[in-house]
């Protein structure tokens, strides 16, 4: 069982930037990615790497402002959040090891979210 720990959610204002950050126990399988949800909505798609690096998906409500990357190791990976904007605001889960496509809500291993709260 592979667990993900995340880490950097908090409050900032509109136009500000965080740096997100998770970490897995184990080596995990294809991709990470990062997923999002807000209340009352459902939990969405918003980037995903592959183990290379050299596949990455971007929502197209993040595209421009958002920077997913990992490590060396494929062990932990990183969203950038800059431009942040009030309907970021959700709590932000990471995962790992999709069944099937990178942006599909399909992974096996799933962290515990960390909140991102953007005031307007």
């Known amino acids: 069982q592979v667990q993900l720990v995340e880490s950097g959610g908090g409050l900032v204002q509109a136009g500000g930037s965080l740096r997100l950050s998770c970490t897995a126990s184990a080596r995990t399988g294809r991709a990470m990615a990062w997923f999002r949800q807000a209340p009352g909505k459902e939990r969405e798609f918003v980037a995903a790497i592959s183990w290379s690096g050299a596949n990455i998906l971007y929502a197209d409500s993040v595209k421009g402002r958002f920077t997913i990357s990992n490590d060396n190791a494929k062990t932990s990976v990183s969203l950038q959040m800059n431009s942040l904007k009030f309907e970021d605001t959700a709590v932000y889960f990471c995962?790992?090891?999709?069944?099937?496509?990178?942006?599909?809500?399909?992974?096996?291993?799933w962290g515990q979210g960390t909140q991102v709260t953007v005031s307007s």
């Open positions: 995962a790992a090891y999709p069944r099937k496509n990178f942006d599909d809500i399909n992974y096996l291993y």
